[in-house]
């Protein structure tokens, strides 16, 4: 670790020295994929700096892919899957990783579920015994059913209620999505959490958790010929569902006309205010330039929203802009959060300024510079630990489809110009777009909730 650490230093500092214009040459991840006869993908990279390995099973099902009326299911599944198996009592992942100095942990997404842990790499073999055993021995009984869907209801009312913009949060794509299932969110909702059944869940996870739906990462110290065997042991033995895996295919349409929503909370300080546009899919080629006019704009307290609206003109307590890009078209939000003297307004003339400045005038070679430094450096760090190799190969996977393409990140984001920068911004922000004001409303929390 410290020679890699050594080696990292060097970077940022030659990083920070002569910019990205040198296009410096980050070594590519050695990968290797190959699928089982099941159709499980497997893709590894060995590396040996640190006795540890990063295991992670990826499943190409999210939030989008809830059964209608059942918003919030892939949320909720992934907390089932730390329940009991016909093999293993409750909480034996934990048992299996944090007991040997290791953690584990999942999380949901719009498109997908990753379930992960990272131990010391002589307890390889237990951690992929217990994923594969859970991929299809979990027992969805009504007892776990019923417990997990009260925990991610208490998520939902900490989370959404109880949190004075979570709300806010949520309507960014409730109100700017028309059709696709995005629109519902991750978390879900209390009525449909409340109509769901145990036949629901024991239906979804027939559905989606199966062997051709998955994808397994492993990263680390690891003999690659002894995890094969124990990979065609514990997974390839697995046998392949007949039926056919249930895909999205709904699209957004394109949006033609500006869409304003005035809504109201119970307990919110200060209005707060949302402006989104449709964002392309993660495959497009646009994406680079986008997550660089991300970091221009809102990159820390010297981008443009920060500098302008809360230090300049002091009307935002909270001014960002975030490409939240995703499998299908994601979405562009402007987001900003009054001051005591801030209007929503006054936000809103603001925001929509900071856009037109980078339509109509081309953003310096200093900022441009900046900007690719910030996202080359943070893509650098994150491959730091075999989790991080894991997780940026698990994006890969998830966003691209493809795990080598891991290795061509940095190089996109190198090649991005001034010229590409100006014409994203004049390309998908236009007045097509939906605007949120939330407010400060009348009436208590549950009847704002029944509402």
């Known amino acids: 670790m410290k020679r890699f650490s050594l080696v990292f230093a060097v970077f940022a500092l030659l990083l920070g020295s002569f910019g990205v214009s040198a296009q410096l040459k980050v070594p590519a991840l050695e990968i290797k994929e190959r699928t089982l006869n099941n159709g499980m993908r497997v893709v590894t990279h060995r590396d040996t700096t640190s006795p540890t390995v990063s295991i992670h099973v990826w499943y190409d099902v999210g939030g989008k892919n809830d059964p209608p009326g059942r918003s919030g299911f892939a949320h909720m599944f992934e907390h089932m899957m730390f329940k009991a198996t016909k093999n293993m009592p409750n909480e034996k992942m934990d048992r299996l990783t944090e007991d040997v100095g290791g953690f584990n942990n999942a999380s949901t997404w719009p498109d997908f579920t990753n379930y992960y842990q990272v131990v010391p790499s002589n307890h390889l073999e237990p951690i992929l015994w217990a994923e594969a055993d859970r991929m299809v021995n979990l027992n969805v009984d009504e007892a776990s059913f019923s417990s997990e869907r009260d925990v991610v209801k208490e998520e939902y009312r ?4 109880a949190n004075p913009y979570g709300l806010f949060f949520e309507m960014l794509d409730s109100r700017s999505f028309q059709k696709h299932p995005y629109r519902r969110g991750v978390i879900g909702n209390l009525e449909e ?16 958790y199966r062997p051709d739906n998955a994808v397994l ?6 003999d690659q010929k002894q995890l094969d065997g ?8 697995i046998k392949r569902p007949e039926s056919a895996i249930p ?3 709904i699209e957004e349409p394109e949006w033609t006309t500006e869409r304003r929503y005035n809504e109201t909370g119970p307990i919110v300080p200060f209005p707060a205010v949302g402006i989104t546009y449709l964002a392309p899919p993660s495959r497009h080629a646009d994406v680079p330039a986008l997550r660089t006019a991300q970091n221009i704009l809102s990159g820390g307290q010297s981008s443009r929203l920060y500098r302008e609206l809360v230090r300049n003109q ?9 490409a939240d890009i995703r499998v299908d078209k994601g979405l562009l939000q402007f987001i900003g959060i009054a001051s005591e003297v801030g209007t929503a307004e006054r936000i809103e003339r603001s925001l929509l300024a900071e856009i ?3 339509q109509d005038t081309p953003v310096s070679a200093a900022e441009l510079e900046k900007a690719k430094n910030q996202l080359v450096s943070r893509a650098i760090r994150a491959r730091e630990t075999n989790d991080g190799k894991a997780i940026a190969i698990e994006q890969a996977v998830a966003y691209h489809g493809d795990p080598l393409a891991v290795n061509r990140e940095v190089e996109r984001l190198q090649a991005v110009t001034i010229a590409d920068v100006q014409r994203v911004m004049r390309q998908y922000f236009k007045d097509n777009r939906v605007v949120i004001y939330y407010l400060q409303g009348g009436g208590t929390e549950d009847e704002d909730n029944e509402n």
């Open 193 to 208: 959490l409340d109509a769901a059944t145990r036949e629901d869940a024991e239906k979804f996870y027939r559905a989606f």
């Open 217 to 222: 990462i492993v990263v680390g110290d690891f």
């Open 158 to 161: 900490q989370g959404v209620l």
């Open 247 to 249: 895909r999205v295919t």
């Open 356 to 358: 037109k400045k980078m």
């Open 230 to 237: 124990w990979t065609d042991k514990y997974f390839g033995s």
């Open 314 to 322: 002091k009307i935002a307590q909270e001014a960002s802009f975030q």
